[in-house]
């Protein structure tokens, strides 16, 4: 047994103790089979992204004679077919290892890169923004299809990733790319606030990958400043603003649901102040939402990662302002009493409530 199976069984020793002292439990402690042990989060991460990139080299490698062989496209609809059928059955065997996953991963991905390639190679006498639309169409088809049938959670994420992807574009096409992360954060809301009915119904396999890709995405866009390169085209910007808002503060309701009317209540004061204060820079509105469902479900890790991405996003939004230094200064300065004025009315609220009780 090593120790990381030698904590847990402490810890459950100490548990089924304190249980059975107060009478609450009795006889010795079952046999309680512990999960399996994995790989760190960042080293599943970086497994998965090499995976990928050892798929472009296996792709290469595996097609080049295919495609002299058949000198035709269809060599590339074949090899892609066989190379997700071999992935699929390698990630649905009994017993994982991580050569397994991590070959099956570039099998996968050579097979939808050689798909891609014979789908684009289709769509050579198509052009225009109908084009696009259909090549992310089909991109969002594959990847749900894979999500629904490879029952592995890397992949799932990274399918998850690429679908986001083709809906973004299809956001942009239909002229409402300010809506895309607001969507984005909705979806991640409906997940991860939904955690415990989906271990309920057995769906938290397919789904949690979903959320983490969702989230991911979020903290993409306020991070690097994505969002500003998804152009708001004839709309103002305070729509993405808005629409963002709107989530953040759905997502205080819901977790305020069971809380006295006045903490409820200065809660969204507060989230309505915040939000009105960071109305010119959405990508925090996006990181506060990214920090609120992270910090309810008590991931400690991704809180920090959210305010690391807000002060990112803060740091590049500022140096991007085109205003004087004196402007800026005095912009700062009016956001901090806000929000300074808006920390004073909550907490006198609390107050009065704790006094009431």
């Known amino acids: 047994m090593n120790a990381s199976s030698t904590s847990h069984r402490l810890t459950l020793g100490a548990l089924w103790s304190k249980l059975s002292s107060e009478n609450l439990v009795r006889g010795d402690l079952p046999e309680i089979a512990l999960p399996p042990e994995h790989a760190p989060v960042v080293g599943r991460v970086l497994m998965g992204f090499l995976g990928w990139l050892s798929g472009v080299f296996l792709l290469i490698s595996m ?8 000198d035709s496209v269809g060599a590339f609809w074949v090899i892609g077919s066989i190379l997700l059928y071999v ?10 290892t991580e050569f397994l996953e991590h070959f099956a991963q570039s099998l996968s991905v050579a097979g939808q890169l050689s798909i ?19 090549v992310a169409l089909f991109c969002l088809a594959l990847q749900t299809g894979l999500l629904l049938l490879i029952p592995h959670r890397m992949h799932r994420f990274m399918s998850s990733l690429f679908a986001l992807c083709a809906i973004a574009v299809l956001f942009y096409e239909a002229k409402v790319e300010y809506l895309f992360p607001a969507f984005v954060a909705a979806a991640a809301t409906v997940i991860w606030l939904s955690e415990t009915q989906n271990l309920a119904t057995q769906r938290d396999s397919l789904l949690r990958p979903v959320g983490y890709a969702a989230w991911a995405i979020l903290i993409f866009v306020c991070a690097v400043g994505f969002a ?3 152009r708001e085209r004839g709309t103002t910007p305070g729509y993405r603003s808005a629409a963002l808002a709107v989530v953040l503060l759905a997502v205080v309701f819901y977790l305020t649901k069971r809380a006295k009317a ?3 209540g200065a809660s969204l004061l507060g989230a309505l102040s915040f939000s009105a204060a960071a109305f010119a820079a959405p990508g925090l509105i996006a990181c506060a939402i990214a920090f609120v469902l992270a910090y309810a479900r008590g991931h400690i890790r991704a809180s920090a990662l959210a305010l690391v991405a807000a002060a990112c996003y803060l740091v590049g939004y500022y140096y991007q302002i085109n205003t004087t230094l004196m402007q800026k200064a005095v912009s700062l300065a009016f956001v901090a009493a806000i929000l300074a004025i808006s920390a004073f009315v909550v907490s006198r609220l609390n107050f009065a409530s704790e006094n009431a009780q």
């Open 63 to 70: 097609a080049a004679p295919f495609y002299a062989i058949f």
């Open 87 to 96: 992935a699929w059955k390698l990630f649905t065997v009994s017993k994982h």
């Open 116 to 134: 891609l390639v014979a789908f684009f190679s289709l769509m050579d006498k198509w052009s225009g923004r109908g084009a696009l639309v259909i």
């Open 228 to 230: 500003d390169f998804i």
């Open 262 to 264: 006045s903490s409820r």
